[in-house]
């Protein structure tokens, strides 16, 4: 829930033992956090925790819609967004990435990769799209 002071989420796991993240800042009336990467750690295969992995605010730089937070998170101002009258899709975008060993000793290390995993997105190719065809079906009517 958004209201003055903000919206905070949180992601649980497990079930008699279950891991629980910190909490995570998403919007205000003056900013929203739209990418978060939320990283599963195991030890022998077994969840051991959650957290939100930062990834400071390079993704900011270059554009008067987004802000650096605390330096480690990247919002864009809520004024910015296309639901309060903006040119910015504000949609939440949450990638997973784990860390640890699995049973097998195996290392699972995709969180070094988070930071990569937006680009092989579809998300962005079907806002693209969408949009496209929504400004060629308007000129019609």
Known sequence: MLDNYGGYMVAFAGHKYAARSTAAFVANSTYTVTSFTLVLEFTKGRQQHLHWKRDGCVKCSGSSSFVCLHNRDCAIKTNSCKTH????????????????????????NSWYEAQNLGQYSLYGLYSNLKDSLTRQYNKFF
Request: glycine share 12%.
């Open 85 to 108: 009258g903006g040119t910015v899709d504000c949609s939440l975008r949450i990638q997973l990435a784990f860390s640890g060993m699995d049973k097998h000793l195996s290392v699972l």
